[in-house]
């Protein structure tokens, strides 16, 4: 048997709706450990009846990513409460805005729970999984939910696409640096995938697929401990094209079609 392809421990955040839920519910089977962090306590504790119903261990907790002294007692804990074999840094925010004004605050906000908060979920699960000995290490994966929006900046959302693109460079790189340690690093990009972070208006969205079809996706591509995975196909050719693409057509990419211009809004709102 592969070495991932059977974890028995593990921990997910944003695990109250969406990709993360539907992870949680996917491993889901008897003799499995779930740990499981959100904010939302009324619907983490929801997913976390609806998996224990499927016959596992599922612990739900509130937790902030962005409390890093939190966020590293709670994999603590869950780490000696079962060692933990797979930790998935899901949680994540799409934040933007038309405001000039506006535009710090939104990408602070958005890069502390994208950024930072995958760092408070994924260094205290590396110091942890380290620790074991021998080396290499043969229970031990990472996987860090990025985004096709990671491939290259977009003019629609600045904030949300950077945040990705970081955390999506930064997990390729720890990758290779845990390597000879044993420790799996998968990064995951998915394209759009109908959720809460969508909002309530999920029209005009190419390639579209439900949860499902997401987390079997991604359990599949941890199982085999890919190095990245981007899905469905379409979302994954147009990424591969985009890295490639020359200046001049990003900026015509770019163009915020269809979204008023920062500077044209401002005036707007001054008046």
């Not at 869950?78 to 060692?83: I, K």
């Not at 309530?200 to 579209?208: N, T």
């Not at 079997?216 to 994954?236: C, D, E, G």
Request: charged share 20%; net charge neutral.
């Amino acid at each position: 048997m592969k070495p991932f392809a059977n974890p028995q421990s593990i921990l997910i955040t944003g695990a109250s709706s969406g990709i993360g839920e539907g992870l949680a519910l996917h491993y889901a089977k008897p003799g499995v450990t779930l740990f499981l962090g959100g904010r939302d306590k009324e619907r983490l504790d929801a997913v976390a009846a609806a998996c224990a119903e499927k016959g596992v261990e599922a612990i739900g907790e509130s937790v902030d990513v962005t409390d890093r002294d939190g966020m590293t007692d709670w994999i603590t804990r869950c780490n000696d409460h079962r060692s933990l074999n797979l930790v998935i840094a899901n949680a994540g925010i799409a934040v933007g805005t038309k405001r000039v004004s506006e535009l710090h605050d939104a990408v602070m906000d958005c890069y502390e729970i994208n950024v930072t908060g995958v760092f408070n979920t994924i260094h205290p699960a590396l110091e942890v999984m380290s620790k074991r000995q021998p080396y290499p290490v043969t229970d031990a994966q990472i996987g860090i939910v990025s985004s096709i929006m990671g491939y290259i900046g977009t003019a629609r959302s600045p904030a949300y696409s950077s945040s990705k693109a970081t955390i999506k460079s930064y997990g390729q790189a720890l990758r290779g640096a845990f390597r000879e340690m044993g420790i799996g690093v998968t990064v995951i990009c998915p394209g759009y995938v109908r959720s809460r972070l969508m909002g309530p208006d999920m029209k005009g969205y190419p390639f579209m697929i439900e949860v499902d079809e997401a987390s079997r996706t991604i359990a599949k591509a941890l199982a085999s401990n890919k190095a990245r995975v981007t899905f469905p196909w379409q979302i994954l050719l147009i990424g591969r094209l985009a890295i490639n693409l020359p200046g001049w057509i990003i900026d015509r990419l770019n163009k915020p079609y269809g979204v008023p211009r920062f500077e044209e809004t401002e005036s707007q709102a001054e008046s």
